[in-house]
């Protein structure tokens, strides 16, 4: 190689690149060097702890680009200041999570279980969920915001819920977002979302099947109370297949089996929901005993004890008419039907009564059919029929 009256050797150009990149490169260690130092001294000062989730994330994305920005000068990876913002991410997690665990446990204890409206936004947030969408639309925060609506549509079902349903919505979406905005650490995000999910059901169940709520705001746990939370678990139960597959679509497929969690947690929401419909039944069987070991077989029909079930039974439609869909009011009321056959029955046997054509066989026949009767304009129970004639069936 020429350059004007010198010569230069291929042998020396190649070495000035070396240099040159060795230059380059132990300039980039520098400043890496001192980007990590600068950034401890901050954490250690508590300045990066009260920035806010938005600041934190631009602070992640500048440095990680600053740090892919260098491999690809350098050729080779700088691991300190990397490892130094996932310390310090792991850090703001911790306090993410905390800082939402903690309202969540307070606004669960001041919640009232009364039926509350949905703002537009949650909607929305639900709609992003059920789409797999990390971030929300434009749209929900424009300022143009809908009326709040008396329902929270999941997956086109209408749940009547309670006011902490729309928080928990909201956090849903929240560490969703967390985890797309810090890929490094979606495993311990996936963590602690979970760790939310049971830490509501627990308390949920322990407010109300363990009536932890009358020690709080409640005087007593009510059907239409067991209704607006088995309405709030359904909710939830419909949304958290969707926020496992956001999560799974941002991890490696050697990272799936961390997914199964969801499982679990799925599970015990289901469980749970289960819980509440047993009780309603439970409650309506317990009334329905206690008014069957008064009743004799005379006249006049109805008994009083006749009148005063069939008086719980319109009690408890009215109480969870507006609140249960129709394939869980007639599942519930089915149930409540069994239930009232199967101590009916236990005090015809222990009364010496059969379907023997007998004057008692008659006033059983009429108590029966003003049950049918007056509970056969009930819309949606499918209940309270002919069936009701069962209770002969091992009473020959």
């Not at 929900?140 to 928080?167: E, F």
């Not at 109370?225 to 991890?251: N, T, W, Y």
Request: with cysteine.
């Amino acid at each position: 190689m020429e350059i004007g009256d010198n010569t230069v050797s291929l042998g020396w150009c190649r070495q000035l690149l070396r240099d040159c990149h060795e230059i380059v490169t132990t300039s980039c260690d520098l400043v890496h060097a001192r980007c990590t130092k600068v950034l401890g001294v901050r954490i250690k000062a508590g300045l990066v702890d009260d920035i806010s989730s938005s600041d934190f994330v631009t602070l992640v994305r500048h440095i990680e680009r600053f740090v892919l920005s260098s491999a690809n000068i350098t050729g080779r990876h700088c691991t300190q200041l990397r490892a130094a913002v996932q310390v310090q991410a792991k850090v703001f997690l911790d306090q993410f999570h905390n800082t939402r665990k903690n309202k969540l446990s307070m606004l669960l204890e001041a919640e009232r279980w009364k039926q509350a409206d949905v703002p537009s936004e949650i909607q929305a947030l639900v709609a992003c969920l059920e789409a797999k969408i990390p971030y929300p639309p434009s749209t929900i925060s424009d300022g143009h915001s809908q009326a709040p609506a008396k329902y929270l549509i999941v997956h086109s079902q209408k749940c009547v819920v309670v006011g902490i349903v729309p928080l928990l919505v909201k956090l849903l979406h929240e560490y969703c977002q967390c985890a797309n905005d810090l890929p490094m650490l979606i495993t311990d995000v996936l963590g602690k979302l979970l760790e939310l999910l049971k830490f509501f059901n627990e308390q949920t169940c322990g407010l109300v099947l363990g009536a932890g709520a009358m020690k709080l705001q409640l005087k007593t746990i009510t059907s239409r109370h067991l209704g607006l939370v088995s309405r709030c678990l359904h909710a939830i139960i419909l949304l958290i297949p969707d926020v496992k597959k956001l999560f799974e679509q941002k991890m490696a497929p050697q990272q799936y089996p961390l997914l199964q969690p969801f499982d679990i947690v799925l599970m015990d929401f289901c469980v749970h929901y289960k819980q509440i419909h047993e009780k309603l039944v439970d409650i309506m069987g317990d009334l329905i005993k206690r008014q069957l070991v008064k009743w004799e077989a005379k006249y006049p029909t109805p008994s009083s004890s006749m009148s005063a079930i069939v008086k719980h039974i319109l009690k408890l439609y009215e109480a969870l008419l507006d609140i249960l869909p129709s394939d869980q009011l007639s599942d519930l009321f089915r149930g409540v039907e069994q239930r009232f056959k199967e101590h009916f029955r236990a005090q015809l046997a222990l009364q010496g009564i059969t379907n023997n054509g007998s004057t008692q066989h008659g006033i059983v026949n009429s108590e029966l059919q003003h049950f049918r009767t007056a509970l056969s304009s009930l819309d949606n129970v499918n209940a309270f029929g002919n069936s009701l004639f069962d209770v002969w069936s091992t009473n020959r």
